[in-house]
């Protein structure tokens, strides 16, 4: 059960390494060395509540009505994610695969997909994602196709753009993390102790780590500089370039698996958004908050559609939304946790 | 002597024959003693049915009646009127094999169930004696899971025997049946078969209570129960496992399934089921592991090509023909340029002839069968491509579907996987991979959402259970399949022990005497065929 949602967290942001272009791969590792302590962040959260949801965390923490203001935050931002996947796998359809078919039908393909799995509650969820993550062995050899061509002189000149620019990059890179925060969200879900989980979610952390890194070394490698910048997609680009003796364009069938995990991380979004509705209206059934989250993020991204300068700017607001819910909060919530330990222990001698 | 034992160490209860009917009510329809009241009971609850055959004995005064297309004649002779004949008993009531019975309702049942009744004027009891006749064929091999090595036998449409063969084969106190009457106008006789201490008894209790619920007129066949009994019926895969093999039966109940059998039908239901069950055949335990794993694998890769090769070929060919390698890229532009009809209708048309050819090949009688698969599949075939209907590179991608689609061992799982085809063909014409990718996942997540009877459908690959991958996508050597899988829900957990060893200590025995006499290892190898026992 446990490392089926580990397996579920670590799909997730794979769709976001696309966006991210990193600075370096220094950046990367700086990156996953930092996540490890919001991590321990989000542990120490869920140990102090081990039985309640994130809605009943927050309103422990910040009092009823400041908690449902914050889950209802986290709700808008949780759905706005799941649009922006929708968007920016649109956008990468129609650029590489499809380019002539409209983008309701991209979108409804994906809505259908993510409802149908939401509807069939964590349980399944987890299944088919342990199911899927037998494909992440398939993408890595397909991006390991390219090892044949690599030029490790283009990582050369080691901390050329400055260490200042390398931290700006870290910060970028940690974007594509921004998956890990689930675990937070469904930490009462799952069964198990506290510890079998943080270990779980740090496993789950690094191998996402480690696929990022594997990508990002290739494509690293694979162009020189100057022509990284150039290219949008190093990955796919890269793979266009390679013939198989029986397939030519490997990069069609890496975004055909690459769809099934985007699906899982919009899913993953679309479940926990509508988990959180869930609870702010404390129903019992789910399915009609799927519904209504699906129908709201298709109708957005209807709205927004193959526009790049929208896109943009909803990514970007995405972006510093992640860093104030996945970034600032946990950390404000733990310091609330740890100044309120002493008082609710001289609460409980009191009386 | 006898009476005195008796008396002495007897425990003085009567031992009663197990009746369904509670012996102690008073039946609704009691005996009388006048032989007419009761002949005309009989006469009037069966509509003075043709077949109601009434024998008038000793002038009048008795009468042995019995539903003529139900009794056997010659046993009629043998049980009744051979031992008047020879002059062992004086009346017919008198001879021993003879059932009992003051109930008039009991007596319907039994003359319904092929029993001949025996009343006499003055006397309230029913005499029944069983002279049923029955049809059977032999226990052949069934056409559609046949095997190369292995048993050859094959249940049949008769309860008892199925059930004989079933017991001949687990000679174990264990393995309980239950019957039960299902189908409130034709009285059909279900079976249950488990194994006791083996199978999980929340899932029998849940199994009984769901058949317990049914309430139909009639219980035909175990397609009927499959359908009142499963998880999920808005779905295009089986969730039991349907067969006609007594060692395949016997082999799910030993991992701890449950085994639904019913009177007239040689097919058996098996309990929870995943879809891997459906992939697995006796052959493959008769084989070297190699090759058993090797088989196991084609036919896995027959789900994948049965599924998606029309869909993907279609893809290709509308959608990504920067696929092809250059070299192949004249040849198919060549075979599709002079179609006139885009690759989705070509398709659709391709696999909706190869479903008719199929359909008339059951239908008709086995000569013309074949007559009809090689006008159809030859004839057809080549006309089409040369009339320029289809192009040649479709047919070979539909025939290579058809067979892919044969080769699973279930029937069920094999026309699920034809059906599957359709969906994928019309999403692959309209979205291309996006689209294959797309019904792909729906099927998965289908999948992953089915539960047969408390267990995932897609296990042990979806809650992932790496020691119970031994019997999924290879066959592993059977002594390392040491435990029953988890998806069976057993409560016993291992199937076999140490069995294996005597290599072990034949090894070490070895070692310790380089010389390796052949005392020891003759020693060794007794030695462990005690322990292995």
């Keep these: 059960m446990q490392t089926q949602i580990g397996v579920g967290v670590l799909s997730l942001p794979s769709d976001l390494h696309q966006v991210a272009k990193q600075d370096g791969w220094i950046s990367l590792a700086i990156a996953g060395a930092v996540l490890p302590v919001i991590l321990f962040c989000l542990f120490l959260i869920g140990k102090q509540f081990p039985d309640s949801t994130f809605e009943q965390m927050t309103e422990k923490l910040f009092s009823k009505w400041g908690g449902r203001v914050f889950s209802f935050l986290y709700i808008l931002y949780f759905s706005s994610v799941a649009a922006l996947i929708i968007l920016l796998f649109g956008r990468m359809i129609s650029l590489w695969v499809l380019p002539n078919t409209p983008f309701w ?49 283009y990582l050369m000149p080691i901390g050329e753009s400055g260490i200042s620019k390398i931290f700006e990059g870290a910060s970028e890179a940690m974007l594509s993390f921004f998956g890990f925060f689930v675990s937070l969200v469904i930490f009462s879900e799952v069964e198990g102790k506290p510890r079998q989980k943080f270990i779980i979610i740090l496993l789950a952390h690094f191998f996402t780590f480690f696929f990022y890194m594997i990508t990002l070394l290739v494509s690293y490698t694979f162009f020189s500089t100057t022509e990284l910048s150039l290219v949008p997609e190093p990955l796919l680009y890269m793979l266009k370039s390679f013939e198989l003796p029986f397939v030519a364009r490997i990069d069609l069938f890496f975004i055909s698996v690459w769809f099934v995990s985007v699906a899982t991380s919009y899913t993953t979004y679309l479940y926990i958004a509508s988990l959180g509705l869930k609870q702010l209206f404390r129903t019992k059934s789910i399915k009609v908050f799927n519904l209504v989250i699906s129908l709201f993020v298709y109708a957005f991204t209807l709205l927004i559609g ?30 609330i946790i740890l100044v309120m330990k002493p008082f609710q222990k001289r609460k409980e001698e009191a009386s | ?221 175990p397609g009927y129960v499959e359908e009142f009994i499963e998880d999920q019926t808005f779905s295009p895969f089986p969730q039991m496992l349907n067969t006609e093999r007594p060692d395949r039966v016997t082999a799910n109940l030993i991992e701890g399934r449950v085994a639904i059998m019913s009177e007239g039908s040689p097919t058996v239901l098996i309990a929870p089921s995943t879809f891997f069950s459906f ?89 013309i069968g074949q007559t009809i698969g090689i006008v159809g599949g030859l004839v057809i075939g080549d006309a089409v491509v040369r009339a320029g209907l289809v192009s040649n590179l479709m047919v070979i991608v539909v025939a290579l579907t058809a067979i892919a689609s044969f080769v699973v061992p279930s029937n069920e799982m094999s026309t699920t996987l034809r059906l599957l085809t359709f969906p994928l063909i019309l999403l692959a014409g309209t979205l291309g991979f996006i689209g294959i990718t797309f019904g792909f996942m729906m099927i998965l997540i289908h999948m992953t959402r089915l539960e047969s009877f408390g267990v995932p459908y897609t296990s042990p690959i979806a809650p992932l259970r790496i020691k119970d991958l031994k019997d999924t996508f290879i066959r592993m050597p059977i002594y390392r399949m040491n435990n029953r899988p988890k998806d069976s829900r057993a409560v016993d957990k291992e199937v076999i022990g140490p069995s294996r060893e005597w290599k072990q200590l034949e090894r070490t025995n070895n070692e310790q005497q380089p010389a390796g006499s052949q005392e020891a290892s003759q020693q060794a190898s007794s030695e462990s065929n005690q322990s292995s026992d």
């Design chain 1, 105 to 153: 039908a991209i979108a409804l393909c994906m809505v259908i997909v993510g409802l149908y799995l939401a509807n069939g509650g964590l349980l399944v969820l987890a299944r088919f994602y342990t199911m899927v993550s037998g494909l992440l062995p398939v993408l890595i050899i397909l991006t390991l196709f390219s090892f044949q061509e690599v030029h490790l002189m």
């Design chain 2, 1 to 221: 002597m006898g009476f005195f034992k008796r008396l002495l160490f007897g425990d003085h209860k009567r031992l009663h024959d197990r009746e369904s009917s509670d012996p102690d009510k008073e039946p609704e329809h009691p005996s009388s003693t006048k032989l007419s009241v009761n002949i005309d009971y009989l006469m009037h609850e069966f509509h003075r049915t043709s077949d109601l055959r009434i024998r008038i004995l000793e002038k009048g005064q008795a009468a042995l009646v019995y539903m003529e297309s139900l009794v056997d004649q010659e046993k009629i002779h043998e049980m009744i009127f051979k031992p008047l004949e020879l002059g062992d008993v004086e009346h017919i009531s008198d001879i021993p094999n003879s059932k009992v019975t003051l109930n008039m309702e009991e007596a319907i049942q039994t003359l319904l169930r092929g029993h001949a009744l025996y009343m006499e004027d003055g006397l309230r009891g029913v005499y029944q004696f069983r002279v049923t006749s029955s049809f059977n064929r032999s226990i052949e091999e069934p056409a559609n899971e046949k095997v190369v090595r292995g048993s050859h036998d094959g249940f049949v449409e008769n309860l008892m025997i199925n059930i004989n063969l079933l017991r001949k084969r687990i000679e174990n106190r264990n393995l309980t049946v239950k019957y039960y009457r299902l189908g409130k106008k034709t009285n059909n006789n279900i079976a249950l078969v488990y194994i006791d201490g083996v199978t999980d008894p929340s899932l029998i209790q849940e199994i009984e209570y769901r058949l317990k619920y049914i309430s139909a007129d009639m219980i035909h066949s």
């Design chain 1, 306 to 335: 193959f526009d790049v300068a929208k896109v943009d700017r909803h990514a970007n607001v995405v972006v510093y939304g992640g860093y104030i819910f996945s970034f600032t909060i946990p950390i404000v919530m733990v310091v």
């Design chain 2, 279 to 367: 992939y697995q055949s006796s052959d493959d335990y008769n084989m070297r592991w190699f090759t058993g794993t090797f088989v196991r694998l084609i036919r896995l890769a027959s789900f994948i090509i049965a599924v998606c090769m029309p869909a993907f070929y279609i893809a290709v060919v509308s959608f990504h023909f920067e696929v092809i390698p250059n070299e192949l890229v004249m040849p198919v532009k060549q075979s599709i340029n002079g179609i006139a009809y885009p690759p989705l209708i070509e398709a659709l048309v391709m696999v909706v002839i190869i479903e008719l050819i199929r359909e008339a090949g059951i239908r008709l009688p086995q000569p």
